[in-house]
């Protein structure tokens, strides 16, 4: 929902990261983020291996971005 809400804006990992701390304050990892876009990929690309929405900017982020294939 994040990248949905800053639409073809890159939001950093940390960005992403700090909203998915839980209730109790645990943290959860790096990984997990990798894996939760990884998944998300999965059901709304066509070609999740070659992503046209859901775009990773090395070093830096993620940005959701219109596609109309």
Known sequence: L????HKN??????QILEKLWDVDGNYVNDNTLTTLVKRLRQKVEDYPQMPKMLLTVRGFGYKAVD???
Do not use: A, H, K, V
Not at 2 to 5: A, M
């Open 2 to 5: 994040l990248l949905l809400e």
């Open 9 to 14: 804006q890159t939001i950093t990992r940390e």
């Open 67 to 69: 596609y109309e294939g």
